[in-house]
């Protein structure tokens, strides 16, 4: 048994992970739970590319919270893929979040992840109207009747993981829905994500803002090595792209667009490791490496 909170009887502990259609709020709210970015976060689809645990810690129990890519119809076989890491996250998880925004109507494909949810049998299940915030209160009640019509729920809770709204109440339907058990992780752990792991997303959604077109589903990034010397964190890693004419743009005129990823992707490793960071980072072109069984494994995939 790993060392956790201090444990009475009647501590809670398992997994729960939230699904939904891209861009619903999944990994903001997991971010909001843990109280610390372990999870990045983008408008642009695919941000979210793998089972990412974060881990909440209460004094009546732990949950590992796991946050997944949104369910979509692939067209490439790492959209095949990261179908395949949700549909195996419902195998394994105790409890299910199916989020769906406020703002926007229950549609085909909520109704098609709703379906999906057969998929975790023995899950409970919690629907989860997000994005509270961003629309009077009136539509959230025409939401949550929405979301109620879609089946048989343990528990439906509108929260706003920008505001903080309810969390601390998901947080407890949540934990009253898990089995007896001791705690999962170390007290002190807010991911199973190693510090590798944790900086490429980083640098990834650091080359996510402001790409376009295709360029977004094209991008990855591989950390070759970590260096601590004399008080400096030194980090090079590189950032892939599937064609030549990509690698022009992710670099940009004079180097401009590769230095401003490396600004705003220092500044947010920094906080992480402690230390200043010296970041080396290089445009290389894996031609279609979305497609590629080989590559795609070479990327982590």
Request: aromatic fraction near 4%.
């Amino acid at each position: 048994m790993t060392d956790g909170p201090v444990e009475e009887q009647g501590f809670r502990s398992g997994f729960l992970t939230f699904v939904g259609r891209p861009n619903v709020g999944k990994s903001t709210l997991m971010n909001a739970l843990v109280g610390e970015k372990v999870a990045i976060t983008s408008p642009k689809p695919q941000t979210t590319r793998r089972a990412i645990r974060g881990i909440v810690n209460r004094p009546d129990g732990q949950l590992v919270v796991v946050d997944t890519p949104g369910m979509h119809r692939p067209r490439t076989l790492l959209g095949e893929r990261l179908n395949d890491v949700v549909a195996t996250t419902l195998s394994d998880v105790d409890v299910v979040g199916f989020c769906v925004p406020a703002a926007e109507p229950i549609g085909p494909g909520d109704r098609f992840l709703h379906k999906r949810l057969d998929d975790a049998p023995r899950a409970k299940r919690i629907a989860i109207v997000t994005k509270i915030d961003a629309v009077p209160r009136d539509r959230v009640g025409e939401q949550l009747l929405a979301v109620s019509g879609l089946g048989e729920w343990d528990s439906i809770i509108p929260v706003s993981a920008q505001d903080g709204i309810q969390l601390d109440v998901l947080v407890a339907e949540a934990l009253k829905l898990m089995p007896e058990g001791p705690a999962l992780y170390p007290v002190e752990a807010v991911t199973d994500e190693s510090l590798e792991q944790r900086i490429a997303e980083l640098i990834r959604e650091a080359a996510l803002e402001g790409a376009r077109e295709e360029l977004p589903h094209s991008l990855a990034v591989t950390v070759e090595d970590v260096e601590e010397q004399e008080g400096m964190t030194r980090v090079f890693a590189n950032v892939w792209v599937e064609r030549d004419s990509q690698r022009i743009i992710m670099i940009g005129s004079k180097g401009s667009r590769l230095k401003q990823v490396g600004t705003a992707a220092r500044a947010q490793i920094e906080p992480l490791v402690g230390t200043k960071v010296f970041l080396s980072l290089h445009v290389k072109v894996a031609k279609e490496w979305q497609r590629d069984p080989k590559q795609l494994g070479r990327l982590g995939f």
